[in-house]
């Protein structure tokens, strides 16, 4: 998506470790025009799929996600973050281990908000090694739901994260799909 | 605001310790039909104010703040919280002791987020005993720019948390306001 692509040349900070920082229009700061923008193109991918819910992983996924569960007028849920698994068997969880933070985390959703008869759409901000995606992928169909695909704004493809997913047979629909970073900081998308 | 009110009696459910968990339909899953309606409201309440930014803080204030700042067609900016406080100073920081949880924390904006020239509108989920509206003012008005007021979907209005800001001059305007939570679970509105 042109839009988006020009945004991340425009705003967007590489910093070390190829970490980009999207903070001025994508996580911290949401720029609700944008985020609209992206969420019409994902609602015009994903047509005709009677998604039924919109699922993403807190903090930085909660706008984009709101919003596109807006546009197709179903819900949204996100899931949490939790350092130690969750005690209670109304919960649903998975562990993680974040790219950019290189930590491990439990992601964890309560039961009565995911069901068998839901169609589910994953929307994120960022897609990496996918260890957060394949969470909510795991979540979703653990509680018998059907994953009809994920919305990602900006998939760092160098990582191949996204394409092992695809190869497991889910739908990926990145919006920017970044080739490479190069050592001075230069973006190259797919 | 009944509409909101009604779901609170409906999906609500009142746990130890008059906390009120609303997972269901406005903080881990979003009902986006009512958070539009609610956006909707604050947008009639605070027009004509030159909103030119929405403010709030992760995680569960983020999915209504996004939708309203989508209405009014202006970026939103959420406050990260954090254990301790950050060594940059290119970071607002403000320290919070929440009331549901009883524990303290940083909550923290980057500085290039909010600006002088902003007008900004403050939404959050829950008003209880003021803490974490106290510190959004403050790292609004730290940064230079203007608190237009404040839109809360729940408040406890028998904690004091809101009237106390009230006198200090800020314009609050919360959907719904719970008088009282009896000791059998039953919620009762101003």
Not at 31 to 58: C, H, M, N, P, Y
Not at 161 to 178: F, Q, T
Request: hydrophobic share 45%; glycine share 8%.
């Amino acid at each position: 998506m042109e839009l988006l692509e020009k945004r991340i040349l425009e705003d967007g900070k590489v910093l070390s470790g190829d970490v980009i920082k999207v903070d001025s229009f994508l996580n911290q700061s949401i720029d609700t025009k944008l985020t609209d923008e992206l969420a019409s193109e994902w609602a015009r991918l994903f047509e005709g799929e009677g998604i039924t819910k919109v699922l993403t992983i807190e903090a930085s996924g909660i706008a984009i996600a709101a919003i596109t569960a807006l546009k197709l007028g179903v819900p949204m849920v996100y899931a949490k973050k939790r350092k130690s698994a969750p005690s209670s068997d109304n919960t649903y969880s998975t562990k993680v281990v974040s790219y950019t933070h290189g930590i491990s985390y439990n992601v964890t959703v309560d039961k009565p908000l995911i069901s068998a008869s839901d169609k589910v759409l994953i929307v994120d901000d960022f897609l990496a090694n996918g260890s957060a995606l394949r969470a909510l992928i795991s979540i979703a169909e653990v509680a018998g739901a059907k994953v009809v695909g994920c919305g990602i704004a900006i998939e760092k493809a160098f990582l191949r994260g996204g394409d092992n997913i695809r190869k497991r047979g889910y739908r990926i629909e990145s919006l920017a799909k970044i080739k490479s970073v190069s050592a001075d900081g230069k973006i190259e998308f797919c």
